[in-house]
């Protein structure tokens, strides 16, 4: 995080924090169980922050794997890591202990939550930005788990993450398999278990499942969206021939225009997004080629216009059937029409920033 070149009080004040070290009130020197709990109190701390040190939480899950994956190999090369930046002399690590160490079912959470940390970086799109939240909720019940203890044998498959507001951790429960075989055959390395998340909030859960993806959607589409989701989610499926879906028809045309203006609007080179509806949009999309949005879905133009007509019907208040409304949902998501629109203005914004 580099300063500008006459940086406010604020501004140092934000770097600081940056490259402030996160502390720990574990001592790493007193077993790898509390060398594990330190790193994940460590990496907590980082999550939680406001500015995040991608370096160092993907340097702290690394150093996680190694530790269930190496064991005491790994614990006394950091060990002596850590005498050297405290100054004390190499004899010292006579004094320290691997013991207590961590049970087989604590090795197999800490892995896989390391992993999934690793794997949201390692999957992420081009303009994707990391969920934070969810890194977050998954570090801080693995480290109360390990806190509590989990018995040697305990055979683990799935922890369940009961999650409010502000990816806030109301309580988690790990779930274990009553057939104590089950996996207890298997390497540790090779069980995998499900993170079976529980929001709390549900117009969040779905805001948060598309906007560290769809990053290049207004902030009022991406409410739009998961306000449609929910309301959609909650609709009775019982006498569906008896319910009018005009509303969240609407919803949907309604986010599709104004991103497709913008999206046109940037491939003009346009300040501002021209005021164009429905059947102009149309009309547009058939006879121009606006990069990733006409690549993305063939004959896009044409596939809008087949739906003009729905659009006004849903406009003027008039019944909509559920088929009728499937139709526009699958457009905007099914067919990843919103996908490539949000990755267009990511695009045409870093075009512009280059200048």
Same mark, same amino acid.
């Given at each position: 995080?580099?300063?500008?070149?006459?940086?406010?009080?604020?501004?140092?004040?934000?770097?600081?924090?940056?490259?402030?070290?996160?502390?720990?009130?574990?001592?790493?020197?007193?077993?790898?169980?509390?060398?594990?709990?330190?790193?994940?109190?460590?990496?907590?701390?980082?999550?939680?922050?406001?500015?995040?040190?991608?370096?160092?939480?993907?340097?702290?899950?690394?150093?996680?794997?190694?530790?269930?994956?190496?064991?005491?190999?790994?614990?006394?090369?950091?060990?002596?890591?850590?005498?050297?930046?405290?100054?004390?002399?190499?004899?010292?690590?006579?004094?320290?202990?691997?013991?207590?160490?961590?049970?087989?079912?604590?090795?197999?959470?800490?892995?896989?939550?390391?992993?999934?940390?690793?794997?949201?970086?390692?999957?992420?799109?081009?303009?994707?930005?990391?969920?934070?939240?969810?890194?977050?909720?998954?570090?801080? =019940? =693995?480290?109360?788990?390990?806190?509590?203890?989990?018995?040697?044998?305990?055979?683990?498959?799935?922890?369940?993450?009961?999650?409010?507001?502000?990816?806030?951790?109301?309580?988690?429960?790990?779930?274990?398999?009553?057939?104590?075989?089950?996996?207890?055959?298997?390497?540790?390395?090779?069980?995998?278990?499900?993170?079976?998340?529980?929001?709390?909030?549900?117009?969040?859960?779905?805001?948060?499942?598309?906007?560290?993806?769809?990053?290049?959607?207004?902030?009022?589409?991406?409410?739009?969206?998961?306000?449609?989701?929910?309301?959609?989610?909650?609709?009775?499926?019982?006498?569906?021939?008896?319910?009018?879906?005009?509303?969240?028809?609407?919803?949907?045309?309604?986010?599709?225009?104004?991103?497709?203006?913008?999206?046109?609007?940037?491939?003009?080179?346009?300040?501002?997004?021209?005021?164009?509806?429905?059947?102009?949009?149309?009309?547009?999309?058939?006879?121009?080629?606006?990069?990733?949005?006409?690549?993305?879905?063939?004959?896009?133009?044409?596939?809008?216009?087949?739906?003009?007509?729905?659009?006004?019907?849903?406009?003027?208040?008039?019944?909509?059937?559920?088929?009728?409304?499937?139709?526009?949902?699958?457009?905007?998501?099914?067919?990843?029409?919103?996908?490539?629109?949000?990755?267009?203005?990511?695009?045409?914004?870093?075009?512009?920033?280059?200048?």
């Amino acid at each position: 995080m580099a300063l500008s070149q006459n940086p406010s009080l604020a501004e140092v004040q934000v770097q600081n924090e940056y490259f402030q070290p996160a502390t720990t009130s574990h001592n790493a020197l007193q077993g790898m169980r509390e060398f594990a709990l330190a790193v994940m109190d460590q990496m907590g701390t980082y999550l939680r922050r406001e500015h995040k040190r991608d370096d160092m939480i993907r340097f702290l899950a690394t150093d996680l794997l190694k530790l269930v994956d190496e064991g005491e190999r790994h614990y006394f090369e950091a060990v002596r890591e850590i005498l050297e930046m405290k100054g004390l002399p190499p004899a010292a690590r006579n004094q320290v202990k691997a013991v207590p160490a961590l049970t087989r079912a604590e090795r197999i959470l800490v892995r896989n939550a390391a992993q999934s940390i690793l794997a949201e970086y390692a999957f992420m799109g081009e303009h994707d930005t990391a969920d934070y939240g969810a890194m977050k909720v998954i570090m801080e =019940c =693995c480290y109360q788990a390990v806190a509590r203890g989990i018995e040697e044998q305990a055979d683990l498959w799935s922890v369940k993450l009961f999650v409010d507001t502000g990816n806030q951790l109301v309580d988690w429960e790990l779930q274990f398999s009553d057939d104590m075989a089950f996996g207890l055959d298997q390497e540790e390395s090779e069980v995998m278990i499900y993170f079976d998340w529980h929001s709390l909030d549900e117009i969040e859960n779905e805001y948060e499942s598309y906007a560290h993806t769809l990053t290049g959607l207004r902030e009022e589409s991406l409410k739009t969206l998961a306000t449609a989701l929910v309301q959609e989610s909650s609709t009775p499926r019982k006498s569906a021939d008896k319910i009018s879906y005009t509303g969240l028809a609407m919803n949907y045309f309604g986010l599709l225009e104004q991103e497709l203006r913008d999206v046109i609007s940037f491939h003009e080179g346009a300040t501002a997004p021209k005021k164009r509806m429905w059947r102009e949009l149309c009309e547009y999309l058939q006879n121009e080629h606006v990069p990733i949005v006409s690549d993305g879905i063939e004959l896009l133009g044409d596939k809008l216009k087949a739906l003009h007509g729905l659009r006004n019907r849903a406009a003027h208040g008039e019944f909509i059937t559920h088929e009728e409304f499937a139709a526009v949902r699958a457009l905007a998501l099914d067919s990843n029409l919103l996908a490539y629109i949000s990755q267009a203005k990511s695009a045409y914004a870093e075009q512009r920033a280059q200048g």
